[in-house]
């Protein structure tokens, strides 16, 4: 007896369901640098960094035209008509988000903080030199703004031997995302815009265009702050939805060169 | 005066008439007592219920649902997940098959202090199989075994040093089940389990057990 045209879809689906689901949820870890960061508590700055520099592929011809082709589109929308590139690396293609440990390997209890900084396709953001230029001219110890923060929920005390399991997420990573794009390509006041939620309180935000695509960090830089003897491992999730990373060995790498950003010195006001 | 009446002489047609009749009346009777005596002397033959012939044999197609659990260096950094999968096969006798087998499971890492943990994984494995069967009536038991290739959707096992290749590796295994037919000729269900070999895990195994539902075309 030959089966019903619903039974065969049905069979069907069921073959291919196991291969549809191959291609869904797929992230690709990168786990930080070995050593791991580790800061005894007595060090004059107690603060430590690593990085991770995500390699990508470069676009072939037909994706390097549609690029240009929105990037002309969207000059042509804009009211200045100022160039507003699209990005190879765009935050709706590739999202990132980051999976820490912090261990209180001391006697007694400390404070630790984890933050993340890093860089897109045209700026890297670095705090350390952020904050020593906007020291300049002032008596005050360096202020450290970082792009990405668990701020309030970080600083925290742990207690010794204790450890620590955060997660800074995708909508995290995805504000400090626009934060950059905002200071590098879109000469936004830094504090302004990394103090305040672009969702909540879009300030500093008015020169950026309205229908701008969003670069995605190519290179993730993770800094621990401790006052005891603390390690921090990590690990940096990437969902991949157009297979831009670069994975096989016959592709070209995207090569970005981004600037580092400086604000400008403060000036004393009269 | 006695008259003496003449003899009637019997017709010759009306002769042949009487031994047609007779004739008749003999074989009709014979016919009966034939019948009768088949009914009598042979009973009929025990219908056999259920009976195995009439259940669809050939190509075949079997969903399954179930769980898979990792042991070994696997089993260390993969909690045990739900599991669903299929499987398309012909019987080529009515003992032995060949079948395709595919199978898809959701499971959570563990990690324990670093970092990687409580994070979704799946395994995709893909296996051609010989399936021997040996049937009892309705219930059948079977045992299967083959190899081919499992597949994890991300790296983290390589990440947390388990996974040797990436991503990708052979396994090879086998197991039984029960099953039991619906008598109505295509369906049937039954459960089985199955013990996998995973080369490139670190030589970790994976146990997979399963109910199913099976079409026979």
């Not at chain 1, 890093?118 to 202020?143: F, H, I, L, S």
Request: glycine share 8%; hydrophobic share 40%.
């Amino acid at each position: 007896m030959r089966p019903s045209a619903p039974l065969r879809r049905l069979v069907w689906l069921a073959l291919a369901a196991p291969a549809l689901a191959c291609s869904l949820n797929t992230p690709i870890y990168f786990n930080g640098p070995t050593p791991l960061l580790e800061l005894q508590g007595t060090e004059m700055l107690p603060r430590i960094t690593n990085s991770v520099t995500l390699q990508f592929r470069r676009p072939n011809m037909s994706e390097q035209t549609a690029l240009d082709d929105e990037s002309a589109a969207l000059k042509m929308e804009d009211p200045m008509h100022r160039e507003v590139r699209v990005p190879w690396v765009a935050r709706d293609k590739i999202h990132l988000e980051l999976l820490f440990t912090v261990k209180n390997l001391d006697t007694d209890p400390g404070t630790f903080d984890v933050v993340v900084d890093g860089a897109n396709e045209y700026t890297k953001y670095d705090e350390t030199v952020a904050a020593a230029a906007d020291a300049q001219g002032k008596n005050d110890p360096p202020e450290y703004l970082p792009l990405i923060s668990l701020h309030p929920q970080l600083p925290m005390m742990l207690a010794p031997g204790a450890i620590y399991q955060g997660v800074v997420r995708e909508d995290d990573f995805a504000e400090g995302e626009a934060d950059l794009d905002a200071l590098g390509r879109w000469m936004a006041p830094f504090e302004s815009v990394l103090v305040n939620r672009s969702d909540v309180m879009p300030v500093g935000l008015d020169n950026v265009p309205a229908h701008v695509v969003t670069p995605a960090l190519v290179e993730v830089d993770v800094t621990l702050t401790a006052n005891k003897h603390m390690t921090c491992e990590w690990t940096l999730r990437v969902r991949d939805d157009e297979d831009r990373l670069w994975h096989i060995t016959g592709d070209q790498k995207f090569h970005p060169a981004p600037t580092l950003f400086q604000p400008m010195p403060a000036t004393n006001m009269p | 005066m006695r008259v003496r009446r003449p003899r009637r002489r019997a017709h010759p047609a009306r002769l042949a008439r009487l031994a047609a009749i007779a004739f008749l009346v003999s074989l009709l009777s014979w016919t009966i007592a034939t019948a009768a005596r088949a009914q009598v002397t042979k009973e009929p033959e025990a219908a056999i219920f259920p009976d195995p012939k009439k259940f669809a044999r050939g190509l075949f197609t079997e969903g399954e649902v179930g769980a898979v659990a990792f042991f070994g260096p696997a089993g260390e950094n993969v909690a045990p997940g739900f599991a669903i999968g299929a499987r398309v096969g012909y019987d080529v006798l009515r003992f032995l098959a060949v079948q395709f087998h595919a199978l898809g499971s959701t499971h959570l890492t563990k990690a324990g202090e670093h970092p990687q943990g409580d994070q979704l994984l799946q395994t995709y494995q893909g296996t051609l199989e010989g399936k021997l069967t040996l049937r009892f009536g309705q219930l059948s038991i079977f045992g299967e075994g083959g190899a081919g290739l499992t597949r994890l959707s991300t790296n983290l096992l390589y990440q947390l040093g388990v996974e040797q290749q990436y991503r990708t590796g052979l396994t090879a295994g086998g197991g039984g089940g029960v099953d039991y037919h619906s008598l109505s000729r295509h369906f049937s269900i039954g459960i089985r389990g199955e013990y996998y070999w995973l080369r490139d895990l670190h030589a970790s195994t994976d146990l997979i057990a399963t109910t199913y539902l099976r079409y026979t075309f």
